[in-house]
């Protein structure tokens, strides 16, 4: 797993509330398309994000059975919805309320995946940070997350609250 360092705790909250944050992925999470907003918000530049993982922005706190969760939904070919932390290139974080919609090609084969980001409610993230610090106890350490096998992620997500679980819903 991608152990994103350094992380500061602090919470850059630049975000407006009417903004979207835009990004494209192939099938395999590289970056081909990054907006302005995407760009000035998590502090990394386009140049520096096309091209790479879209886990460059992997925060540590987010748990891997909520990547397990989006994966097994975009795979299924259906939408997928949810609040994550994303770290910045200086090691703060934001909170996005994440949809994610999976692009289909002229042969019906998923071709990538496009993401609109929101700013999320204080209640949502409140009730994600929640759940997600159960999920990571469930995990174990940042060490022992980041040894964590593919079939035992898959296992703990598939006992989980998250499996099978509807997007989470405004409060």
């Given at each position: 797993m991608r152990i994103n360092l350094p992380v500061t705790q602090k919470e850059n909250d630049g975000m407006w509330n009417d903004e979207i944050i835009c990004s494209k992925t192939d099938t395999s999470g590289i970056i081909t398309y990054a907006n302005e907003a995407l760009?000035?918000?998590?502090?990394?530049?386009?140049?520096?994000?096309?091209?790479?993982?879209?886990?460059?922005m992997r925060h540590p706190d987010m748990p891997r059975?909520?990547?397990?969760?989006?994966?097994?939904?975009?795979?299924?070919?259906?939408?997928?919805?949810?609040?994550?932390?994303?770290?910045?290139?200086?090691?703060?974080?934001?909170?996005?309320?994440?949809?994610?919609?999976?692009?289909?090609?002229?042969?019906?084969?998923?071709?990538?995946?496009?993401?609109?980001?929101?700013?999320?409610?204080?209640?949502?993230?409140?009730?994600?940070?929640?759940?997600?610090?159960?999920?990571?106890?469930?995990?174990?350490?940042?060490?022992?997350?980041?040894k964590l096998s593919r079939s035992a992620i898959i296992q703990l997500y598939r006992e989980g609250p998250l499996y099978r679980a509807p997007a989470m819903q405004e409060a």
């Amino acid at each position: 797993m991608r152990i994103n360092l350094p992380v500061t705790q602090k919470e850059n909250d630049g975000m407006w509330n009417d903004e979207i944050i835009c990004s494209k992925t192939d099938t395999s999470g590289i970056i081909t398309y990054a907006n302005e907003a995407l760009c000035r918000i998590s502090g990394f530049s386009e140049t520096e994000m096309l091209g790479r993982p879209h886990n460059v922005m992997r925060h540590p706190d987010m748990p891997r059975v909520a990547y397990a969760w989006c994966w097994d939904v975009l795979g299924s070919g259906r939408n997928w919805r949810g609040i994550v932390k994303n770290r910045c290139r200086n090691g703060d974080h934001y909170w996005v309320d994440a949809n994610v919609s999976p692009q289909f090609g002229p042969d019906g084969d998923i071709r990538g995946y496009f993401s609109a980001r929101r700013k999320p409610t204080h209640a949502q993230v409140a009730e994600a940070d929640a759940l997600y610090a159960e999920l990571r106890q469930q995990e174990g350490s940042l060490e022992q997350r980041g040894k964590l096998s593919r079939s035992a992620i898959i296992q703990l997500y598939r006992e989980g609250p998250l499996y099978r679980a509807p997007a989470m819903q405004e409060a």
